[in-house]
């Protein structure tokens, strides 16, 4: 392993100075970012898996859906469709993914979920189709600049050490 990281070590300089630069690109506002009309909550992570997103997703829809008109929208990871999909209770994982169908298995009609792996154009779907929304959780979105949500859940994993870990829980 320590030979294939010795390898990968210069990449890591490329793909720091792409990401810095497309923040940058964000920053200076060239990159326009779309803020979601609508009450919004990003749930996102900083570490692959493992760190309860859907957990927290179901944990948000469970406290609200009552009293709102939710939509969950999610990339769809591991589907093997592309673009914008309405889940539906019938739906298959190949199509949808395995968490939406979930989601979407639990609530059934209680709420409406939606896969897109282009966030923007999502929400504004979801918001032609279904005017009256007025929550949309967004599931692993944390990384994504293009649409900015109202309110942002970053998980990330826990440690029992607390110098290795910022915090199992932060909200921002």
């Not at 309860?52 to 990871?77: A, T």
């Not at 019938?90 to 059934?108: A, M, Y």
Request: aromatic residues 12%.
């Amino acid at each position: 392993m320590s030979k294939l990281r010795f390898l990968l070590f210069p990449f890591s300089f490329i793909y720091g100075f792409v990401t810095l630069f497309r923040n940058k690109l964000f920053d200076w506002g060239i990159f326009k970012v779309y803020e979601i009309p609508v009450k919004s909550i990003c749930v996102g992570n900083l570490s692959v898996g493992g760190t309860g997103k859907s957990p927290m997703v179901i944990k948000l829809v469970e406290e609200f859906h009552s009293q709102k008109n939710i939509v969950v929208l999610s990339r769809g990871y591991g589907r093997k469709t592309k673009g914008f999909l309405w889940v539906e209770s019938s739906g298959r994982t190949e199509d949808v993914g395995d968490e939406p169908l979930q989601v979407k298995l639990r609530f059934k009609e209680k709420i409406v979920v939606a896969v897109c792996e282009d966030r923007v154009k999502g929400v504004k779907k979801i918001l032609e189709e279904y005017p009256h929304t007025d929550l949309i959780i967004l599931d692993d979105a944390y990384q994504h600049r293009w649409v900015k949500a109202g309110f942002t859940i970053l998980l990330t994993s826990f440690s029992s050490n607390p110098e290795s870990s910022i915090a199992s829980f932060i909200a921002i």
